[in-house]
């Protein structure tokens, strides 16, 4: 469900398909017993999806999150998924210290455009 508002989101920016994604995916973690890949892979689509709701602080904590869980489970893949979420990183966001933090910590990288 939620990976169908997400695409709907895609297609339809302005309206509230974004919003009833991320609940989708709330909702989804909250009743099942998942584990880390299925839990990383949850928390980066709730990253687009925050991407999409110009929710810097949710797409940072979810986008790092998932990575970790992901990197955690060893899984590349969801590493893969998780570079390409950060490469689509809006322009506006680039300056700021916490994607900044992500690009180093997490994809050990110097994000370009980040300014002290």
Known sequence: EGK???DLAQHYP???YYKKAFEA???SAE???VGDLSTSETM???AEVARGLDDLERYESCLREGTLKGLAAGSQKR???AYSIFQ???KKW???KRIHDVAVEVFHSEQKGYKQ
């Open 88 to 90: 689509q990183t809006p």
């Open 25 to 27: 995916f709330t909702r």
């Open 4 to 6: 169908a508002y997400l």
């Open 31 to 33: 009743v099942q017993s």
């Open 94 to 96: 680039l300056s700021e």
């Open 14 to 16: 302005s309206s509230d």
């Open 44 to 46: 980066l689509n709730q």
């Open 79 to 81: 590493y893969n998924e």
